[in-house]
């Protein structure tokens, strides 16, 4: 998560959704005083204890919430990218799996166990993407979000609400092509059935899987 108090404005990095392309693109724009946390390449933290020891910088509205002052938020342009479910987990088990050989074994049922396994439950890549954006009641709390499937043009429209220019986005941690990294029917309804109110809340058709 970036929060600039600077600049007015909150992301939320939803896991595998382009999070380190966009923190390359908006750091540029960032004062001292403004707030990053992320731990995969850099190391940054929020000057805020509990937040920072939640170990990663996926941290979602209501992570932050009880640490910001009455309606702060709320004067924020805040955003988030979200992605089609589907194409999220694919490139999550590419992700997850790209330095051993578990995804040319047995790809199907290395990911299945994914979705299976109560342990992986809470698994911080795998949780739902509303849960990053919507407050207790279920509502959705950002200004605006973005699709992974329309990124390019989207960060015009990210450029004219933060009022500043951004840089063109970079690849940066791309998942590696794998080859086993694809559905079959029965994959395909875990992942419905795990981010079913994804699918509902961010429109993606849940008959569209690749």
């Known amino acids: 998560m970036i929060l600039s108090f600077s600049r007015r404005f909150a992301f939320v990095a939803i896991p595998k959704t382009a999070g380190h392309a966009l923190r390359t693109a908006l750091r540029p724009l960032l004062a001292p005083n403004d707030w990053e946390q992320c731990t995969l390449f850099d190391k940054r933290y929020f000057p805020v204890?509990?937040?920072?020891?939640?170990?990663?910088g996926h941290l979602s509205y209501r992570d932050v919430a009880p640490f910001l002052l009455p309606g702060q938020w709320d004067g924020l342009t805040s955003?988030?990218?979200?992605?089609?479910?589907?194409?999220?987990?694919?490139?999550?088990?590419?992700?997850?799996?790209?330095?051993?050989?578990?995804?040319?074994?047995?790809p199907h049922g290395t990911m299945k166990r994914a979705l299976t396994d109560p342990d992986r439950a809470g698994h911080i890549l795998?949780?739902?993407?509303?849960?990053?954006?919507?407050?207790?009641?279920?509502?959705?709390?950002?200004?605006?979000?973005?699709?992974?499937?329309?990124?390019?043009?989207?960060?015009?429209?990210?450029?004219?609400?933060?009022?500043?220019?951004?840089?063109?986005?970079?690849?940066?941690?791309?998942s590696p092509e794998t080859s086993g990294a694809a559905l079959d029917a029965e994959l395909a309804d875990l992942i419905r059935a795990r981010y079913a109110r994804d699918f509902a809340l961010f429109g993606y058709d849940p008959a569209a899987a690749p």
């Open 79 to 106: 955003f988030a990218v979200v992605r089609s479910p589907f194409d999220r987990f694919l490139s999550f088990a590419r992700f997850a799996w790209r330095g051993s050989d578990a995804m040319e074994r047995d």
């Open 49 to 56: 204890q509990p937040l920072a020891a939640i170990g990663h």
């Open 126 to 174: 795998l949780r739902p993407q509303h849960e990053f954006v919507c407050d207790d009641a279920g509502q959705i709390r950002t200004t605006l979000l973005l699709r992974h499937e329309s990124l390019a043009a989207d960060m015009l429209r990210l450029a004219d609400a933060l009022g500043a220019p951004l840089a063109p986005l970079e690849a940066v941690n791309v």
